[in-house]
């Protein structure tokens, strides 16, 4: 495999593609505001994703349900004007494109015209190829997603690894073939057993980046607010964290609270 890097001096969804082709691993990671943005974007990362774990991350959800369209769009707002490399993508949610394929081309313009995004992504496989064929027929890039689809946790009733029976597997097999056929530029594949997802990558011809799906991908993903430890309360197996910022946090904090207390905060220089 290639380790050649090639400059992007903005990561177009043809990149992606291109990466793949030459073994270029993808990097992707989330974000929802304008600060983290400009800091993952700066950084390298090749795709922000403004995925609706903001309602977990941002808004404190149990699940994704609750996160509204407008919602989205104003996370996805304050993303762009943070950008200049980064290729980004906005999740649909839930609610937003389920009913029919009209409704849902309705939602990925809105996120198009009014945040000024460049991709959206949706959760499924055949049940939403109408709706698919009617964003990508717009011209608006769709990445698919696929194994664990946390917008259906209660038709699965938790989140443990999907796929691991054989009729499961090959209907995702299936799926992603059927999202590359329908012009998908990627496909996310969540949680699933290594092997498969390694299936899968080697089965088409887009790219496949995986979360918790193991090395055999074309990238990985991770929730940002996970992988710097400012959650701390989850901890699945695949996830990395690189650092601990909610200690960290905590513990600055904590010593600005006995700053102020003890009027050790501000000192003479930091004052007029
Ligand atoms: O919303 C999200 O953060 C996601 C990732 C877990 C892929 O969809």
């Known amino acids: 495999m290639s380790t050649a890097k090639k400059e992007y001096k903005r990561v177009t969804v043809k990149s992606l593609v291109d990466m793949k082709a030459t073994g270029e691993k993808i990097s992707m990671l989330t974000a929802y505001d304008y600060t983290m943005a400009k800091i993952v974007d700066s950084a390298g ?21 609750p996160i509204t369209l407008d919602q989205m769009i104003y996370h996805a707002s304050s993303v762009v004007r943070a950008i200049y490399r980064a ?91 059927m999202l590359e056929k329908l012009g998908c530029f990627a496909i996310v594949l969540e949680k699933i057993p290594a092997k498969l997802a390694q299936q899968v990558a080697e089965s088409v011809s887009i790219p496949i980046i995986g979360i918790g ?27 990395r964290r690189y650092l601990n910022l909610y200690e960290e946090m905590s513990t600055a904090i904590s010593q600005y609270v006995d700053d102020v207390k003890t009027q050790d905060f501000p000192n003479e220089s930091e004052q007029y």
């Not at 795709?47 to 349900?65: F, K, P, Q, R, W």
């Not at 991908?217 to 710097?228: N, P």
């Open 45 to 65: 990362v090749d795709v922000i994703l403004v995925g609706d774990s903001a309602s977990n991350v941002m808004a404190g959800h149990e699940t994704t349900l």
């Open 213 to 239: 799906a193991g090395s055999g991908v074309d990238g990985q993903v991770l929730v940002l607010h996970d992988m710097i430890g400012m959650t701390h309360e989850f901890n699945p197996r695949f996830l």
């Open 87 to 177: 290729l980004i993508v906005v999740d649909l949610p839930f609610g937003s494109y389920q009913s029919d394929p009209k409704e849902a081309l309705r939602s990925a313009i809105r996120i198009m015209k009014e945040s000024g995004a460049h991709s959206v992504k949706l959760e499924g496989g055949k049940e939403i190829k109408e709706s698919i064929k009617r964003i990508l027929n717009a011209g608006i890039p769709v990445m698919g997603h696929l194994g664990l689809t946390p917008q259906s946790i209660y038709k699965f009733g938790t989140y443990t690894v999907r796929a691991k029976e054989e009729q499961e597997a090959e209907q995702l097999l299936e799926d992603a073939k």
